[in-house]
């Protein structure tokens, strides 16, 4: 028997670990350990699908998408009302226990079925069979976050037009509309007539009489609507944005036009409610008219001073651009505007009093406070190209934020402005935003030429800055309203798929 010295000898750890290596060198392989799991990218886009009968209770909007399904929520209390179901495709109910929000699977089962009562959606309506006004933000849910496109389809009864502000497909066969659809109310008119479609310079506006308003036909309405499209157009130089449409409610307030908005989901859509008696001569060159439009060549200012200020003021350039009046009957109207506004203080800063405008019921000096403010921009900045360009010339900076899904600060704005006219603007705004009194419009009326006597306003033409008053107040070059009728091709009927 060989002897092994006591330190060279295996011990029992050793042993056993050979052992083991032995037994691993005899058995099967190791399965190799699963992949990591990769969760579905997030959905760019939505396609949504509304089946629409004017005749039956519901509406059924259907939600696809090309990835994981974002975060849904419903966005108005009439849409929790009106809400009927919600389901994927095998009828599985969607909705949290709290009832608001929803949190779609991944994979999500098909698509996202939404079943709503018709009646809350409706707006207006021409008696059975007639044009519909439905509101969009009560039918559509809220995304989050918002789908980087969007591709709408209605399905309707044969021979239904469907009128809405958005852009067609490519295809032709839906819509495509801005991510601001998601966001800001919007509306779409569905009945057995096409638009009247008005065709202007970089652009076409949709008309759309409903609920008893003047036929979208009637010469007050084509006055009224070739009007305040080409108000629009004298100011910007062109149409801001390819379509726009305009939908007409009868009014149950006083006045030919009793009451107007826009709405930007989307894309921008004019609402006026207007007289049904109402005559061409009274709509031709209307304030709300005119005021509502101007609002399309802007994006949604986060700040009303803003938003209402440069659109009160356009909207007094505008009429006197149009030929509605005279150069001095324009600025006295416009001086006008400033006196009420002047007059209407609430003792805050403008600044204060345009975030509590509602609650101050402030409309007057908010408007026209903001509308001095703008018009001491449009004068500074004239000063500075030398009457090459004004205010108007400036909106063309703000292109790319006009349907964007957010409202924007007044900084921001003025901040573009900055950017091609130098500094300075956003400092001359601060100025007059903080002071509780109404900006000093004199120092620019007298560099322009315009002088108060016996409470008459009178032109001085050999004042410095009498050049650039006539120009703020003249027409600039642009094209009017080249054609009007109906086109099938243009007016948002919805075809048959493919």
């Known amino acids: 028997m060989t002897f092994v010295p006591r330190h060279l000898r295996p011990g029992c750890a050793a042993v056993f670990g050979a052992l083991a290596l032995l037994a691993g060198a005899c058995a099967r392989p190791a399965e190799p350990a699963p992949p990591p799991l990769v969760r579905e990218a997030p959905a760019r886009t939505a396609n949504i699908e509304v089946a629409f009968d004017g005749g039956a209770d519901t509406t059924t909007v259907r939600w696809c998408f090309d990835g994981r399904p974002p975060s849904l929520r419903l966005r ?9 179901a919600i389901t994927d495709d095998r009828g599985h109910d969607l909705r949290t226990p709290r009832g608001d929000r929803l949190d779609p699977p991944t994979p999500l089962a098909g698509c996202l079925v939404h079943v709503l009562e018709t009646a809350p959606l409706v707006r207006e309506r021409d008696g059975a069979g007639g044009d519909v006004l439905l509101a969009v933000h009560d039918m559509f849910l809220r995304p989050h976050p918002l789908p980087v496109e969007t591709h709408v389809r209605f399905r309707t009864k044969e021979n239904l037009y469907v009128t809405t502000a958005w852009p067609r497909t490519r295809d032709g066969h839906g819509f495509h509309p801005a991510p601001s659809v998601h966001r800001f109310p919007s509306y779409v008119a569905v009945g057995p007539r096409p638009p009247r479609t008005i065709r202007l310079s970089g652009g076409t506006l949709r008309v759309r009489s409903t609920g008893g308003a003047p036929g979208e ?8 609507a070739e009007d305040a499209a080409a108000s629009l157009v004298a100011v910007y130089g062109t149409m801001p944005r390819s379509t726009l449409a305009l939908f007409l409610r009868p009014s149950r307030w006083g006045g030919s036009v009793g009451f107007g908005q826009l709405v930007r989901g989307g894309g921008a859509a004019v609402v006026l409610h207007v007289s049904p008696d109402a005559s061409p001569s009274a709509l031709v060159g209307t304030w709300t008219a005119t005021h509502e439009f101007m609002h399309a060549a802007m994006p949604f200012a986060d700040d009303p001073w803003l938003g209402e200020g440069i659109a009160s003021y356009f909207t007094e350039v505008a009429r006197t651009r149009r030929g509605h009046r005279t150069e001095a009957e324009g600025w006295a109207a416009l001086d006008a505007a400033f006196e009420r506004g002047r007059r209407r203080g609430r003792g805050l800063s403008l600044e204060a009093t ?4 509602h609650a101050l019921f402030a409309y007057q000096r908010v408007y026209w406070a903001g509308a001095a403010v703008c018009f001491l921009l449009d004068v500074e900045i004239r000063r500075r190209t030398a009457n090459r360009e004004g205010l108007d010339d400036a909106l063309h900076t703000l292109t790319d934020l006009l349907d964007a899904p957010r409202t924007i600060p007044w900084h921001e704005i003025v901040g573009r402005f900055e950017s091609r006219y130098g500094p300075g603007l956003t400092d001359l705004v601060r100025t007059h935003l903080r002071r509780r009194s109404f900006p000093d419009v004199e120092p620019a009326y007298a560099f322009l030429g315009i ?6 306003i009178h032109l001085d033409d050999t004042a410095e800055g009498a050049q650039i008053r006539r120009s703020i107040m003249a027409p600039r070059e642009g094209p009017r309203a080249m054609a009007s009728g109906s086109d099938p091709a243009e007016s948002g009927r919805t075809p048959s798929p493919p």
Do not use: E, I, K, Y
């Open 451 to 456: 002088r108060r006597r016996d409470g008459t």
């Open 217 to 224: 036909t009637a010469p007050a309405v084509t006055a009224l």
């Open 76 to 84: 108005t209390r009439r849409q929790a009302r009106a809400t009927v």
């Open 354 to 357: 345009s975030r509590s405008m």
